[in-house]
């Protein structure tokens, strides 16, 4: 979908602007070297040379991108380049979980269809307000529930490295944008691994915030226990400009923390004395054994910069993915009760009102949306709430309670981001139990509501992506954030791009 047809390549060369960070695209802006409407111009241009392979996008508001870049440019004129507006003209695109007002929002789901917010998410308020341009809505499993973007109702979204392979997911459309030049960063969710996870697949930067960091009013629900916001971005300094941007107390998410945003500061030996915590319960049999041997070379980078690394355990790590799939489809099924043709969502007609709620929720939910369901109001149902659900919330306070014991230990946790590199698209689509595993690394620390992070470490033979993942104590995002940007300066796996 599109707000109007991509315009025709300007003469800029839109290699060179599509292939700035965040960073070098204000440093450009400041000296006047381009305009914020000649980089969204490039960022278009470059859409309409690699979306139609790569599915990235669900909606691209052309003209109103190109709009909101001539009123930045504008401002700068009249302002300068002012701390008040740090990403003044700099084009971002949005998970479609995450309302724009007056821009489509589905969810990735048929019962949205045709859905057009009269609100903004409050995280993509906060980065309109210190400048960003939204160029569009990008492509993600249905409500988020998915570990490929397979799960979406308007088709799958390509992996930029190999395009008969998956991105990742459920922020699939983010991460594959992002790894694809075609925006320099993007907003996504992480409910179980969903940033992460494609941020590994597609390799990019991507940070899950800790739970309450960054508000969620404005975010479609899939676990209201677990949703968070996060950002994906080339590198950690531009993930940095993000999540500072976003994160905050909002009064309206009675769940956002009260805690203030911490100034991160990129000087200095982010690894000098660290200690880092590598879990053995990571490092399972069946792991692919490339992705093995280039997370444990990046932990061996990180010692090498200065960090003690130390082997620990987090004994109720095997109970993440029974306990996980419980509590979130439980809270999905509440969640998703209120789009039912009357008052959310297209409806189909019947004869009665039973007809309607049955026929509209049959046609219009997904298979993976409908089968969650289903689990979730099972777990809940009389006679098994106590068997399951109450039960896995047991076990999750436990898997808490392994993260707290070893942060009174070490600063960080370092771990693969998934077991394998991205995988073929239909791969496992049939097979919901494989599926499930491909998040195995990232849901405990979800659970846990702890913030992690996930950067490009290496390739395999294929020349696919491998994730290192850093987990960090509450509230601990700048630690995360310099410790990623430490080792991206003396490697060089974040600056490879794939060619399209």
Same mark, same amino acid.
């Given at each position: 979908?599109? *707000? !109007? $047809?991509?315009?025709?390549?300007?003469?800029?060369?839109?290699? /060179?602007?599509?292939? %700035? +960070?965040?960073?070098?695209?204000?440093?450009?802006?400041?000296?006047?070297?381009?305009?914020?409407?000649?980089?969204?111009?490039?960022?278009?241009?470059?859409?309409?040379?690699?979306?139609?392979?790569?599915?990235?996008?669900?909606?691209?508001?052309?003209?109103?991108?190109?709009?909101?870049?001539?009123?930045?440019?504008?401002?700068?004129?009249?302002?300068?380049?002012?701390?008040?507006?740090?990403?003044?003209?700099?084009?971002?695109?949005?998970?479609?979980?995450?309302?724009?007002?007056?821009?489509?929002?589905?969810?990735?789901?048929?019962?949205?269809?045709?859905?057009?917010?009269?609100?903004?998410?409050?995280?993509?308020?906060?980065?309109?307000?210190?400048?960003?341009?939204?160029?569009?809505?990008?492509?993600?499993?249905?409500?988020?529930? *998915? !570990? $490929?973007?397979?799960?979406?109702?308007?088709?799958?979204?390509? /992996?930029?490295?190999? %395009? +008969?392979?998956?991105?990742?997911?459920?922020?699939?459309?983010?991460?594959?944008?992002?790894?694809?030049?075609?925006?320099?960063?993007?907003?996504?969710?992480?409910?179980?691994?969903?940033?992460?996870?494609?941020?590994?697949?597609?390799?990019?930067?991507?940070?899950?915030?800790?739970?309450?960091?960054?508000?969620?009013?404005?975010?479609?629900?899939?676990?209201?226990?677990?949703?968070?916001?996060?950002?994906?971005?080339?590198?950690?300094?531009?993930?940095?400009?993000?999540?500072?941007?976003?994160?905050?107390?909002?009064?309206?998410?009675?769940?956002?923390?009260?805690?203030?945003?911490?100034?991160?500061?990129?000087?200095?030996?982010?690894?000098?004395?660290?200690?880092?915590?590598?879990?053995?319960?990571?490092?399972?049999?069946?792991?692919?054994?490339?992705?093995?041997?280039?997370?444990?070379?990046?932990?061996?980078?990180?010692?090498?910069?200065?960090?003690?690394?130390?082997?620990?355990?987090?004994?109720?790590?095997?109970?993440?993915?029974?306990?996980?799939?419980?509590?979130?489809?439980?809270?999905?099924?509440?969640?998703?009760?209120?789009?039912?043709?009357?008052?959310?969502?297209?409806?189909?007609?019947?004869?009665?009102?039973?007809?309607?709620?049955?026929?509209?929720?049959?046609?219009?939910?997904?298979?993976?949306?409908?089968?969650?369901?289903?689990?979730?109001?099972?777990?809940?149902?009389?006679?098994?709430?106590?068997?399951?659900?109450?039960?896995?919330?047991?076990?999750?306070?436990?898997?808490?309670?392994?993260?707290?014991?070893?942060?009174?230990?070490?600063?960080?946790?370092?771990?693969?981001?998934?077991?394998?590199?991205?995988?073929?698209?239909?791969?496992?689509?049939?097979?919901?139990?494989?599926?499930?595993?491909?998040?195995?690394?990232?849901?405990?620390?979800?659970?846990?509501?702890?913030?992690?992070?996930?950067?490009?470490?290496?390739?395999?033979?294929?020349?696919?992506?491998?994730?290192?993942?850093?987990?960090?104590?509450?509230?601990?995002?700048?630690?995360?954030?310099?410790?990623?940007?430490?080792?991206?300066?003396?490697?060089?796996?974040?600056?490879?791009?794939?060619?399209?």
């Amino acid at each position: 979908m599109n *707000g !109007s $047809s991509l315009s025709p390549q300007s003469d800029k060369s839109m290699t /060179n602007l599509t292939e %700035l +960070t965040i960073a070098e695209m204000q440093a450009g802006l400041r000296t006047g070297d381009f305009s914020s409407r000649e980089l969204v111009q490039a960022a278009l241009d470059r859409l309409s040379k690699v979306e139609p392979a790569l599915h990235a996008f669900l909606y691209i508001a052309s003209e109103e991108a190109l709009a909101a870049a001539a009123e930045a440019d504008k401002k700068r004129k009249s302002v300068g380049a002012t701390g008040q507006f740090p990403l003044l003209g700099i084009p971002i695109a949005v998970k479609d979980v995450l309302t724009v007002e007056d821009l489509p929002c589905t969810a990735g789901s048929k019962i949205l269809e045709g859905y057009v917010p009269p609100f903004t998410a409050t995280s993509v308020t906060r980065l309109k307000d210190a400048g960003a341009v939204i160029i569009g809505k990008t492509n993600n499993d249905e409500f988020a529930m *998915g !570990s $490929s973007t397979e799960h979406s109702a308007y088709g799958y979204t390509h /992996n930029p490295w190999d %395009l +008969t392979r998956v991105p990742g997911g459920s922020s699939g459309g983010s991460a594959a944008s992002v790894a694809a030049r075609c925006v320099p960063a993007a907003l996504g969710t992480d409910t179980g691994g969903s940033v992460r996870q494609p941020a590994s697949l597609c390799g990019v930067t991507g940070l899950k915030t800790t739970y309450g960091r960054v508000s969620r009013f404005g975010l479609i629900a899939f676990g209201s226990s677990l949703d968070t916001v996060g950002a994906l971005g080339r590198t950690a300094e531009d993930v940095a400009q993000i999540f500072s941007a976003m994160a905050g107390r909002d009064e309206l998410d009675a769940t956002s923390a009260d805690m203030p945003v911490p100034e991160i500061n990129f000087d200095g030996d982010a690894l000098r004395g660290l200690k880092i915590g590598v879990p053995k319960e990571y490092f399972i049999s069946g792991i692919q054994p490339e992705v093995e041997e280039k997370t444990r070379t990046a932990i061996q980078q990180l010692k090498e910069l200065g960090a003690e690394i130390r082997e620990i355990s987090l004994p109720h790590t095997e109970y993440a993915l029974p306990v996980y799939y419980i509590i979130a489809p439980a809270e999905a099924s509440a969640n998703l009760a209120r789009f039912d043709g009357i008052r959310y969502g297209p409806r189909v007609d019947a004869d009665n009102l039973w007809d309607v709620f049955f026929k509209t929720r049959g046609q219009k939910f997904g298979p993976e949306a409908t089968r969650r369901i289903m689990i979730g109001t099972y777990a809940l149902s009389t006679g098994y709430y106590d068997a399951y659900y109450g039960q896995a919330q047991k076990v999750r306070t436990l898997i808490k309670q392994d993260f707290e014991a070893a942060f009174r230990d070490v600063d960080l946790i370092a771990a693969p981001t998934a077991p394998e590199t991205a995988f073929k698209i239909g791969e496992h689509v049939d097979d919901p139990l494989a599926m499930y595993l491909e998040d195995v690394f990232t849901l405990p620390a979800s659970l846990a509501g702890v913030p992690g992070i996930s950067f490009n470490c290496g390739f395999d033979k294929n020349h696919l992506p491998i994730g290192l993942q850093l987990i960090g104590p509450y509230f601990r995002e700048d630690l995360l954030l310099r410790v990623t940007h430490a080792y991206q300066q003396v490697t060089d796996w974040h600056k490879q791009s794939p060619k399209l």
